[in-house]
């Protein structure tokens, strides 16, 4: 995901939910049932995250306005229930195991930050585990019990760099580099992370508690095998290192800014900001569309 669409998320997220209760209440087209205007759901646009659920390898795209499922081998994505939830930190730490974090939907009484939440029914439920109403991840990454968020303090509103060793429930405080757009784990080393700030990259091998820059270009990261780290770069450019971010091949175009990035062993999968989804199954070479979004007709929720 973009810096630029990071910036103001809390703002957005109401007041893209306010519009929506607003058109509502002004018109729309009336379902047949009865029940009231409906409005056109967009899809996955404005994606902040991207995951495969391990249990039947659906691909799950966390957006603004909700989570959706792209069941594998179709090419169309299906909202996950009716929930808004605006999910800014996503990853899949297990089967229908999720962790977010983000704002919630209008219809939930929650803070404006949701901490870190969990979902152990693929995105269906979402319960807090710690920081409820104190902090916005954008960038959440997780190895077994190991979980690292970098995003917003709710009373400071500054950014800052968590890590927890016992699956969110604690946190130490580390040393931000840079203000991130993306953060990766090593496969085989927990305390190794590469990070991609606004001034370009950076890596740690003591578990973030100090960084070493290692290039001027940032963008957004995928680490699938210990010698596979991924860039994708705001300019659309993939790029590979073999080893651990010291140098980079480049590989192919994506064909547009990528706003979130995935990468595993056999496949990588890009989200443009149209919400269309690409991937590449020869190490970003090239790339083809998985799925693109679909606007379909939807009840207007409630305000």
């Known amino acids: 995901m ?3 669409e990071r910036v103001g998320s809390r703002q957005l997220a109401v007041a893209g939910a306010l519009a929506l209760v607003v058109l ?4 729309g087209q009336e379902s047949k049932s009865g029940a009231g205007p409906r409005l056109e759901d967009p899809g996955p646009v404005h994606v902040h995250g ?3 659920n391990p249990r039947d390898r659906a691909l799950f795209i966390a957006t603004h306005t909700g989570l959706f499922r792209v069941a594998e081998g179709e090419r169309t994505a299906k909202r996950v229930g009716d929930r808004r939830q605006d999910t800014m930190g ?3 730490v297990g089967p229908d195991r999720f962790l977010g974090s983000g704002h919630p939907d209008l219809r939930d009484r929650l803070p404006a930050f949701l901490g870190l939440i969990e979902s152990r029914d693929a995105g269906r439920r979402w319960k807090p585990i710690s920081l409820l109403g104190k902090a916005d991840f954008h960038v959440l990454e997780s190895a077994g019990s190991r979980v690292v968020g970098f995003g917003s303090d709710f009373d400071s509103r500054r950014t800052q760099l968590l890590v927890s060793d016992d699956g969110g429930r604690s946190w130490s ?4 580099p840079d203000d991130l757009l993306d953060l990766a784990m090593s496969p085989d080393d927990k305390d ?3 990070a991609a700030g606004r001034q370009g990259l950076y890596s740690s091998t003591d578990g973030g508690k100090s960084w070493r820059q290692r290039g001027p270009d940032g963008g957004l990261l995928g680490w699938s095998s210990p010698g596979a780290l991924y860039l994708a770069g705001l300019n659309g450019a993939v790029s590979r290192s073999e080893d651990g971010g010291g140098s980079w091949d480049q590989q192919g175009p994506i064909g547009g800014e990528p706003a979130a990035f995935l990468a595993e062993k056999d496949q990588l999968l890009v989200a443009l900001h149209d919400g269309t989804i690409k991937q590449s199954r020869d190490g970003g070479v090239s790339w083809t569309v998985h799925s693109r979004p679909q606007p379909t007709r ?3 929720p409630p305000g």
Do not use: D, E, K, N
Request: aromatic content about 8%; charged content about 10%; glycine content about 18%.
């Open 24 to 27: 509502a209440g002004c018109g």
């Open 2 to 4: 973009s810096q630029s």
């Open 90 to 92: 996503f990853t899949v």
């Open 298 to 300: 939807s009840g207007a």
């Open 173 to 176: 405080r580390r040393p931000a």
């Open 50 to 52: 991207l995951g495969i």
């Open 192 to 194: 190794h992370f590469v």
